[in-house]
């Protein structure tokens, strides 16, 4: 069980109690977002072990073309906890064959229980094959995506979620047209990230754009995504916006008691204070025997490492030792450099904001022509052979 920690913040209260995917409550109204190489089983069981079982927990993306060529790394990393329900899978595509294909294959042998398919991805290997966040500006393919992956999913009962940004950039915003076209085509809630694909994960997330999709989209839950970095951001973002929920990415990052915080923010009790550095060090050490649980001791230490300065950010420990948790190879050192740490250490305050990638804005990436005709349906050549967790 994860440690506890003393609670000193006074409570929030929240306009929302709960949403549904589906048949699924999401109750408190929190979703972790998928993010590749990160929410694997054993972070998103560390999370769950923080919030509520009855939040929504989603697996990294994965490809449809994968699926369909049984690619062994996919099936690897759509590996789930026993006990997690819903199963929550999120899918990538460009083209609606592949994911009739891929979502027939997952409601067949009952391979997950909620889809949410990724059109927010800003990185340029997947603009520049028109996949991503560049994809809603075709609506006419978007629509045939979506629509392709809910009436695959719906004999196995599997309801589908999407999720984009507000659009390319600043001259071609399309989230009003996703989010009615995704409604209309039978997704069950739209989440959206309230950049651009040119803003990347840099500046502020524009979150007066989540409440216009409020505004636009009327019959299915409405979630908000970005800059929530902590419980209080979160209840902010559903008071300003009146969206449904929230959607956590970066700032969970070496952070998963950050879900132990929203889930009493949305329940109206008071917000714990930050951990101590020795139950940091715990958390840590969950985390790499839950890793080890998963692929094995080798991988899964190796696969820790990067979340290492997360976990460690703002406490005083050291050069040397920082250095030493970044290049661990094994449980027994973990356990050695937790036992040098100053475990009465509190929280530090410049722990808390922006975690992970932010960058800077650019150009966004696309197929030649790709904005001359946003009618048209055409897949564009090779738009998958991207490597599965990109």
């Known amino acids: 069980m994860a440690p506890t ?11 929302v109690s709960s949403f549904k995917i589906g048949p699924y409550p999401v109750n408190p109204p929190v979703v972790l977002a998928p993010m590749a190489g990160i929410t694997n089983v054993a972070f998103r069981q560390l999370c769950r072990e923080f919030g509520s079982p009855t939040s929504l927990y989603v697996c990294e993306m994965v490809t449809a073309r994968a699926i369909v060529e049984r690619d ?33 294959i997952i409601a067949a042998e009952g391979l997950a229980d909620h889809l949410d398919m990724n059109f927010g991805c800003p990185v340029p290997k997947v603009t520049r094959k028109g996949g991503g966040a ?11 995506i979506v629509r392709a992956a809910v009436r695959a999913a719906e004999p196995a009962g599997i309801p589908v979620t999407v999720k984009f940004r507000i659009g390319i950039d600043e001259d071609n915003h399309t989230y009003l047209d996703a989010g009615r076209i995704a409604e209309s085509e039978g997704a069950v809630a739209v989440a959206l990230h309230a950049r651009t694909a040119a803003q990347r994960y840099s500046g502020q997330a524009d979150w007066s754009h989540i409440a216009r999709l409020k505004e636009a989209v009327t019959t299915v839950p409405v979630l908000g995504n970005g800059d929530i970095f902590d419980a209080t951001d979160a209840i902010k973002m559903v008071e300003q916006t009146g969206c449904d929920g929230v959607v956590v990415g970066r700032g969970c990052l070496g952070r998963p008691w950050l879900f132990r915080e929203l889930h009493a923010a949305f329940t109206g009790q008071e917000i714990p204070a930050g951990p101590s550095l020795g139950e940091v060090a715990a958390i840590l050490h969950r985390h790499a025997t839950l890793l080890t649980a998963h692929i094995g001791e080798d991988k899964g230490v190796r696969d820790l490492r990067k979340h290492m300065a997360w976990y460690l ?24 450099l937790i036992a040098r740490l100053d475990h009465d250490a509190p929280y530090p305050p410049d722990a808390e904001g922006p975690r992970g990638r932010q960058g800077s804005p650019g150009r966004v990436v696309l197929p030649e022509g790709w904005l001359d005709d946003p009618e048209d349906a055409a897949v564009p050549e090779g738009a998958e052979l991207m490597h599965s967790g990109g």
Do not use: H, W
């Open 5 to 15: 920690c003393p609670a000193s913040l006074e409570p929030v209260s929240s306009a």
């Open 134 to 144: 560049a994809l809603p500006y075709k609506r006419r393919l978007f629509a045939e």
């Open 313 to 336: 950010r703002g406490f005083p420990i050291g050069a040397d030792i920082r250095r030493s948790f970044a290049m661990v190879s094994t449980l027994t050192e973990i356990e050695d």
């Open 72 to 104: 062994s790394k996919t099936l690897e990393m759509m590996t789930f906890g026993d006990d997690e329900s819903p199963r929550s899978l999120q899918l990538y595509s460009v083209d609606p064959k592949n994911v009739t294909d891929a979502v027939t």
